[in-house]
């Protein structure tokens, strides 16, 4: 095995172990109530984790066990299934991408209409005052020049 095989599984085991850690971490945040995603955007982190762990555990045995050297057919049909994991983890990052948009277009109504009734009940209080300044200050300010 040469050094840069040992960098590249290196590389890819820690992105695993990352991807391991990210996932259960959305998991119990979400499961303590703790976090705002819904169930759906859960199911699809989950999955879209899963999926790809199972990519990178595969193109570590791609890397040791595959050669093109032993069978041509069987390595492109191995980096072929690789390629079509690779692609349905973009899917599934694209609808949960899509649930994120959906849920901040959401909120962001929400938030909007919030506003919206806070200032109409803030200029129906102001409507009785005048925008004159506190009439128990009386007289222009004190300049140094007028002193």
């Excluded at 962001?108 to 009734?117: A, H, K």
Aim: charged share 20%.
């Amino acid at each position: 095995m040469t050094s840069g095989m040992i960098i590249l599984v290196s590389l890819i085991g820690i992105l695993t172990l990352g991807v391991v850690l990210l996932t259960s971490r959305e998991v119990v945040q979400w499961y303590r109530k703790r976090s705002i995603l819904t169930f759906n955007q859960m199911i699809f982190r989950l999955f879209g984790g899963i999926l790809t762990v199972g990519l990178l555990v595969k193109v570590i045995i791609g890397v040791f066990y595959v050669h093109m050297t032993d069978d041509t057919e069987r390595f492109l049909i191995f980096w072929k299934d690789c390629l079509g994991l690779a692609l349905l983890v973009v899917v599934v990052a694209l609808i949960d991408f899509y649930y994120v948009m959906k849920f901040r277009r959401t909120n962001r109504t929400r938030i909007q209409e919030w506003l919206r009734n806070e200032k109409s009940a803030l200029h129906d209080a102001g409507d009785d005052k005048k925008d004159d300044p506190d009439p128990s200050i009386s007289g222009t300010l004190a300049t140094p020049e007028s002193e």
